[in-house]
């Protein structure tokens, strides 16, 4: 016996129709056709079409979606669905098509799904890894380019005369400071966070007052 026989739709029709009591030419009559086609399709001979699909669903109490998919087909609805599930994911349907041709039954489809999910996985754990060490790398960079830096000595004296006043927050004000002393923005700000009383965050551009380092009577 074929292992699908139980669950094909001749089957299903076929068990439905016993359970009703009902004739093949009874059932043929109910959904317009003839008895000998009934027969047919009791077998697996020939392809219904939907309108028969819906018609025996009907008639024989049955789930109609059900008997689509017994009989090989699918919804309009899950066609649609189907085309645009391929349309995003071209390569992963290239595997999956693959499998199922191979071995068409539901475990098949959840083997090919976990191998997908484990794939996946690793590229991501490959991807995390790839970026820790790319964040290494940018940590290592930044340490290099301060060091080679050309600092420059500011006197306390000399900052205090000038930043008196100005908006240490604002970097259009950092750089019409920078200009009075003759030095390089990266300096002025260097002394700025060597004495305590700005702070910038690593990798950003947001300057903010050091409060508890200032003296009012500089700012």
Do not use: C
């Amino acid at each position: 016996m074929n292992k699908y026989e139980n669950r094909s739709f001749g089957h299903k029709i076929w068990q439905s129709r016993r359970k009703k009591k009902l004739s093949q030419r009874e059932v043929a009559d109910l959904i317009g056709v003839d008895h000998t086609y009934l027969s047919k399709l009791e077998n697996d001979r020939v392809e219904p079409s939907p309108k028969i699909i819906d018609a025996l669903a009907k008639h024989l109490d049955l789930n109609a979606e059900e008997l689509t998919y017994l009989a090989g087909k699918m919804t309009q609805e899950d066609s649609e669905a189907f085309e645009e599930l391929i349309k995003a994911n071209p390569q992963e349907m290239v595997a999956l098509f693959r499998r199922v041709r191979e071995n068409p039954s539901l475990d098949s489809l959840v083997k090919t799904r976990d191998e997908q999910i484990a794939k996946l996985q690793e590229e991501n754990q490959k991807l995390k890894i790839q970026l820790l060490e790319a964040n290494s790398e940018l940590n290592k960079l930044e340490e290099i380019l301060a060091k080679t830096v050309d600092i420059s000595p500011i006197q306390r004296s000399q900052l205090q005369k000038v930043v008196k006043g100005r908006d240490l927050t604002n970097w259009r004000h950092l750089y019409g400071i920078a200009d009075e002393l003759n030095t390089t923005i990266t300096n002025l700000v260097y002394h700025l966070q060597q004495l305590g009383w700005i702070k910038i965050a690593k990798g950003s551009k947001k300057i903010s007052l050091v409060q508890s380092h200032l003296n009012d009577d500089v700012f």
